[in-house]
Nanobody, 123 residues
């Protein structure tokens, strides 16, 4: 069973950038499609982005398209979410997740979850 640990969150001003990392242990990340979700206070956890096992296919929520980039590095067993042009509405706890499916999107299609990392964007 793979364990996922997110890092890279923090406080940033609007317009700034952060790169989130999702490190895997207990399994090979290349066996899974990977996704990022976020949950703001009082809101449902929502899909942000996903990447296929090969890294050749990606998917993004409309709200982050053109600003966020998902990637993965098999040699480091790590997935990433590069976040640019951050906005206050991007403030949330960000979670990475792993799935056996090809390019999962809904929460129920993911099999393993990390504990989350807080991202706060000040205006």
């Amino acid at each position: 069973q793979v364990q996922l640990v997110e890092s890279g969150g923090g406080l940033v001003q609007a317009g700034g950038s952060l790169r989130l990392s999702c490190a895997a242990s207990g399994g090979t990340l290349s066996s899974y499609a990977m996704g990022w979700f976020r949950q703001a206070p009082g809101k449902e956890r929502e899909f942000v982005s996903a990447i296929s096992r090969s890294g050749g296919t990606t998917d993004y929520a409309d709200s982050v398209k053109g600003r966020f980039t998902i990637s993965r590095d098999g040699t480091k067993n790590t997935a990433y979410l590069q976040m640019n042009s951050l906005k206050p509405e991007d403030t949330a706890v960000y979670y990475c997740a792993a799935s056996f499916r090809i390019l999962p999107k809904p929460r129920y299609e993911y099999d393993y979850w990390g504990q989350g990392t807080q991202v706060t964007v000040s205006s």
